[in-house]
């Protein structure tokens, strides 16, 4: 009988990964088209490489966090975000704060999540959302250089 009370999330953190996954997907389009942007270019920049591997990393977190939803009989509801309206990306350091913005506001979702779990002793989606963080370190980090 624990086991299945467990097999459910709670309303808050529901609405917490629907909005991380959302946020995710909107990621993996913004790193599609700057990846897509550069590599139309002959002289692409070495980072044109990071943001379309990251578009696709990006994806499968996506299907990661709606799949822990599904598993554990979660509604997905995903929040529309807007799409960021440049069409030139300049020289790339544009790009690239626009990458590390975007990172970090992912970092809050997932730090906000974990609150959130912790406070409601989620500790399978605690365990889940754990290593999400850690990747967001090191992309923040090689944002950073």
Same mark, same amino acid.
């Given at each position: 009988m624990a086991a299945h009370l467990q097999s459910f999330i709670s309303? +808050?953190?529901?609405? #917490?990964?629907?909005?991380? !996954?959302?946020?995710?997907?909107?990621?993996?389009?913004?790193?599609?088209?700057?990846?897509?942007?550069?590599? +139309?270019?002959?002289? #692409?920049?070495?980072?044109? !490489?990071f943001f379309e591997d990251q578009a696709e990393v990006k994806m499968e977190h996506v299907k990661q966090f709606l799949r822990y939803l599904r598993r554990h009989e979660g509604k997905i509801c995903l929040p529309v975000i807007q799409r960021p309206n440049l069409d030139n990306w300049g020289t790339g350091i544009q790009a690239l704060d626009s990458a590390l913005e975007l990172e970090n506001k992912l970092t809050k979702l997932l730090q906000d999540l974990k609150t959130l779990a912790s406070g409601n002793s989620e500790t399978d989606l605690l365990r889940f959302k754990g290593k999400y963080l850690d990747k967001q370190k090191r992309n923040i980090g090689y944002l950073e250089q």
């Open positions: 309303e +808050e953190c529901r609405i #917490a990964i629907n909005q991380v !996954a959302s946020f995710q997907l909107h990621i993996s389009d913004v790193y599609l088209f700057v990846a897509c942007y550069y590599n +139309e270019d002959m002289d #692409a920049p070495l980072f044109a !490489a």
